[in-house]
């Protein structure tokens, strides 16, 4: 069943990978020790801060914890649009 | 002589500290290494029954940090092993009767005597643990590949960093073959990348465990057993041989092989 699965490509992904996957988001949570909520909340006031000196695409900014060995790094990719017209 | 401490911790319960301390420390022995393993988990005593060793028990670890008794009278021999030893944890106290500086005590008094000094810590991370690792010269973290136990584990290695007594190293516990075969459980690689640390060894699940455990016989002393060639590999390590992981071959092997063979072309 395995063989022919990956034969004929698999749709579904094993336990494991789904293990490793939530493992890994978890861990970044229990590392820096914030919750999905606070994050949403640091991404809103991110949001805030930098929209007063230059626009940004909301939609398309990405606030994100990633790991490199057992270093966190909070890595925030914000596209922007535009300078704000000063005043 | 000088002993080395290490402590054997989780986190989570049940994946295995016990039995890794007593075969560790028994594969040790067998090496002609003198060797003491202290069960630091005060309240919960095991590491007796699991040794074999219940019967002969007069004085505790509480009895040593109290006074009671000297070190040496709370050291059990082990009439099967020259040079292994065990001082049993209190069964009718809790785990404030012992402080990590009496943990340390304890074991600068034992250090001169031995090669090895292992600590059984108790799961948790509180006070039992804290005891656990005061001493420690080096830390082995036990998980099982599953959710919960790797989860817990990340957490000890975060607070054994904290206490600057890293860098652990890991021995993975209970493995199964077969259904790493299937896809159905996290493989070494998965838990070495998750957790981010140097692994000792890998352990096969393996029934010959609990038949040890039954006779109080640790594995390590069993020629046939799969998980006792396994703790005397790490134990070898530990001694500085570079000892290869155990191969282990799922049932149907060739299968998995063709497989490998499929997804590379």
Redesign the interface.
């Known amino acids: 069943m395995?063989?022919l699965k990956?034969?004929f490509g698999r749709q579904e992904p094993?336990?494991?990978?789904i293990?490793?996957n939530?493992?890994?988001l978890?861990?970044v949570q229990?590392?820096v020790n914030m919750s999905p909520q606070l994050l949403q909340t640091l991404k809103d006031e991110l949001i805030a801060v930098i929209s007063k000196y230059v626009e940004i695409d909301v939609d398309g900014m990405e606030v994100t914890f990633t790991?490199s060995?057992?270093q966190s790094r909070l890595t925030a990719d914000i596209p922007v649009v535009g300078a704000r017209a000063r005043r | 002589m000088s002993a080395i401490i290490i402590t054997i911790t989780s986190g989570k319960g049940g994946v295995g500290k016990t039995t890794a301390t007593a075969n560790i420390s028994a594969a040790l022995a067998m090496q002609g290494k003198r060797v003491v393993a202290i069960d630091a988990d005060i309240g919960l005593r095991n590491l007796d029954v699991v040794m074999g060793l219940e019967n002969r028990i007069v004085y505790d670890l509480v009895h040593v940090v109290e006074g009671a008794c000297r070190p040496r009278q709370a050291m059990i021999k082990d009439k099967r092993l020259t040079g292994l030893y065990l001082i049993p944890a209190a069964q009718s106290r809790d785990k404030s009767a012992v402080s990590p500086q009496d943990m340390i005590d304890v074991c600068e008094k034992l250090r001169p005597d031995f090669d090895f000094i292992f600590i059984d810590s108790p799961a948790g991370i509180e006070q039992g643990f804290k005891n656990a690792i005061a001493p420690a010269d080096q830390v082995l973290i036990i998980t099982t590949p599953e959710v919960s136990a790797v989860r817990d584990a990340d957490r000890i290695i975060g607070l054994i960093e904290a206490d600057e007594k890293g860098p652990a190293r890991l021995i993975i516990n209970r493995l199964r073959p077969d259904m790493i075969q299937r896809g159905d459980m996290l493989d070494t690689t998965d838990v070495i990348e998750v957790l981010a640390i140097d692994l000792l060894g890998v352990v096969p699940d393996d029934e010959s465990i609990i038949v040890a455990t039954n006779r109080g016989v640790p594995a390590v002393m069993e020629n046939n057993s799969q998980a006792g060639q396994a703790f005397r590999n790490i134990a070898g390590r530990l001694l500085g041989q570079d000892i290869p992981l155990m191969e282990m071959e799922a049932p149907s092997s060739w299968l998995r092989r063709f497989s490998r063979l499929v997804r590379r072309t």
């Open positions: 395995n063989l990956r034969l094993t336990s494991r990978e293990a490793k939530r493992l890994q978890v861990l229990d590392r790991q060995k057992r």
